[in-house]
């Protein structure tokens, strides 16, 4: 560390504002340490009005922080898994669980704007216009390296890098597995002949899954797909898209009758090989991105964030971001996240084909679920609190 530079000292230094690194910054708030968010962008007000699928678990974290948005979400209360052309199906219900609801529906700015607001009554520094430029993991703490209009260094106990920064996690975090799927996102909003009353679908092709996510009046759409085809169905007018969608999809939802905000993202696995390097630890989508198939990611980096703090808690001002810190992360997060990237990778691989094979054992797969009730009801509760969740 060089003397003749004046640093700024803090416990935490959290990299990356949006959810999960909010909702971690927001969890070590009371915990007596001097922890500061630090923010690339001039303002934390998100501008994306994309929506996210939260579980129940998920919520239950949140209410915890005080950071539920109270309003302007939609209930899951339903989900209809099915496996076109074929006989294989089950239905997950809220009531069968004896929960509120699956999960909920709401607009990414909407939960970004309601843990602003949770921070702004916390002693959580943050600093907006301070993008990190580079972080130096060294003995007894992490250097961090932060550009902009107003350049300076920081030294943290412990620093967290969470949400985006795809360049700077890519210089401190070697990825485990990387790969590009070959599907293509294409999420929109439609409204249909029948009511949703709080059911979801998930609905696998040969091509990749369909998500309806109920939302307000109307539905999320999330039609996975080749770049090509999902090229074309960007171009087509809307009443040529909601004809395709009706072929495609079916009619359990009734009759497709308007679609708009139609957009597209590519869909790609990657995986760091190692959580944490001293005093640096990485979670959310600097951990992992996923697939969008039953809506594990972003769930899953607010576990992250859950037992990211638990830790701390555990460990308090004393040994932040030493080994014996680490190891106790890296073992709550081992189980959690091994079944969420690989469930969520399982699902895209092998309900994304027609091999006779594959088509049979997936088959049976959803019959055995939706026979078998107790089968069900942990396959659920996996999928809404995680595996830590479970064995709890």
Same mark, same amino acid.
């Given at each position: ?89 089950? &239905?997950?219900?809220? /009531? *069968?669980?004896? #929960?509120? !609801? @699956?999960?909920?529906?709401?607009? %990414? ?124 169905? &960007?171009?087509?007018? /809307? *009443?040529?898209? #909601?004809? !395709? @969608?009706?072929?495609?999809?079916? %009619? ?141």
């Amino acid at each position: 560390m060089d003397e003749s530079v004046t640093w700024d000292k803090v416990d935490i230094a959290v990299i990356g504002a949006g959810p999960v690194g909010s909702a971690v910054a927001l969890g070590l708030s009371g915990f007596g340490l001097k922890v500061v968010l630090l923010e690339a962008r001039d303002h934390l007000h998100a501008d994306e009005k994309r929506t996210l699928a939260l579980s129940q678990g998920s919520r239950d974290i949140l209410e915890n922080i005080h950071a539920w948005p109270s309003t302007a979400t939609t209930s899951i209360k339903k989900i209809h898994v099915t496996d076109k052309g074929h006989c294989g199906q089950t &239905l997950l219900t809220a /009531d *069968e669980m004896g #929960l509120p !609801a @699956l999960g909920y529906v709401l607009k %990414y700015n909407v939960l970004v704007d309601t843990l602003l607001q949770a921070l702004n009554n916390t002693s959580v520094n943050i600093e907006t216009s301070s993008p990190v430029v580079q972080v130096t993991s060294g003995e007894g703490f992490a250097e961090i390296d932060i550009g902009g209009e107003r350049p300076r260094k920081m030294i943290a106990s412990l620093a967290i890098l969470a949400d985006g920064g795809k360049q700077l996690t890519a210089s401190l975090f070697k990825n485990k597995y990387e790969s590009v799927y070959k599907q293509v996102a294409l999420v929109a909003h439609v409204t249909c002949s029948k009511a949703h009353e709080g059911m979801a679908y998930e609905r696998f092709t040969a091509d990749g899954p369909v998500a309806l996510l109920p939302f307000e009046d109307h539905y999320a759409l999330v039609w996975t797909g080749t770049q090509e085809r999902v090229t074309e169905l &960007l171009a087509l007018p /809307d *009443e040529s898209f #909601l004809t !395709a @969608l009706q072929s495609h999809f079916g %009619y359990r939802s009734g009759q497709f009758l308007t679609v708009k905000a139609r957009n597209s993202y590519p869909l790609t696995l990657k995986v760091v090989e190692s959580l944490t390097k001293p005093h640096l630890i990485c979670i959310g989508n600097a951990a992992q991105t996923m697939h969008p198939v039953a809506g594990q990611g972003f769930n899953l980096g607010l576990r992250d964030a859950k037992a990211l703090t638990e830790v701390v808690r555990q460990f308090s001002a004393k040994g932040l971001g030493d080994v014996a810190f680490n190891q106790a992360y890296q073992q709550r997060r081992r189980f959690d996240r091994i079944f969420g990237i690989g469930l969520t990778h399982l699902l895209v691989t092998g309900f994304s084909n027609n091999f006779p094979v594959v088509t049979k054992l997936r088959n049976q797969v959803l019959f055995g679920i939706n026979v078998v009730p107790p089968l069900r009801r942990l396959l659920t509760k996996v999928m809404l609190y995680g595996v830590t969740g479970v064995l709890k």
